[in-house]
T-cell receptor, first 116, second 111 residues
Framework: GAVVSQHPSWVICKSGTSVKIECRSLDFQATTMFWYRQFPKQSLMLMATSNEGSKATYEQGVEKDKFLINHASLTLSTLTVTSAHPEDSSFYIC????????????FGSGTRLTVV | QKEVEQNSGPLSVPEGAIASLNCTYSDRGSQSFFWYRQYSGKSPELIMFIYSNGDKEDGRFTAQLNKASQYVSLLIRDSQPSDSATYLCAVNIRYGNKLVFGAGTILRVKS
């Protein structure tokens, strides 16, 4: 089955620094990558949608200059949290989908970010 | 109105019973509907999806879709303690072809 490898699985960083999260589709070409954030005891909230080679589309209320998304290839998408603050501490999850597959949303294993 | 709504629970059922989870959605043009299970600290895992009105069965799980009433449900037969988790309903919103999640229902199966 389709696999999305997400790294790191957890990271602790100091306030004001930047953190990069990577998602790689191992056995399919993820033309679209969705990035979600999940706070404790809450559901997944979609942050942005990125298509390979295009700029990401951000959901309302998500700062595009703070959460930089790069989807330069069909197998790699990255999310960089810039100038991280404690309120950015959350569980970040990516989900890849290939062209024409309306039902195949493959989730990464998630990244637990803690900003201290 | 939220795009996808679920009762947060917790829903408690005894082992061996049927657990019934419900979800409603607001976008009448939504095409496909998904049920995920999420254990604490883990990523969601797909249980099944449905896109046609009626029932769809997969092992102990049955998804039911009623587009006219804009609801989708998940039945879990012969519930096991290992089924204890948060169940997330997700809807493929027509605009942007993106998955929008409900808040999730906590299920507790007691042995």
């Amino acid at each position: 089955g389709a696999v999305v490898s997400q790294h790191p699985s957890w990271v602790i960083c100091k306030s004001g620094t930047s953190v990069k999260i990577e998602c790689r589709s191992l056995d399919f070409q993820a033309t679209t990558m969705f990035w979600y954030r999940q706070f404790p005891k809450q559901s997944l909230m979609l942050m942005a949608t990125s298509n390979e080679g295009s700029k990401a589309t951000y959901e309302q209320g998500v700062e595009k200059d703070k959460f930089l998304i790069n989807h330069a290839s069909l197998t790699l998408s990255t999310l960089t949290v810039t100038s991280a603050h404690p309120e950015d501490s959350s569980f970040y999850i990516c989900s890849g989908r290939k062209t024409g597959d309306n039902y195949g949303y493959t989730f990464g294993s998630g990244t637990r970010l803690t900003v201290v | 109105q939220k795009e996808v709504e679920q009762n947060s629970g917790p829903l408690s059922v005894p082992e061996g019973a049927i657990a019934s989870l419900n979800c409603t959605y607001s976008d009448r043009g939504s095409q496909s509907f998904f049920w995920y299970r999420q254990y604490s600290g883990k990523s969601p895992e797909l249980i099944m999806f449905i896109y046609s009105n009626g029932d769809k069965e997969d092992g102990r799980f049955t998804a039911q879709l009623n587009k006219a009433s804009q609801y989708v449900s998940l039945l879990i037969r012969d519930s096991q303690p290992s089924d204890s988790a948060t169940y997330l309903c997700a809807v493929n919103i027509r605009y942007g072809n993106k998955l929008v999640f409900g808040a999730g229902t906590i299920l507790r199966v007691k042995s």
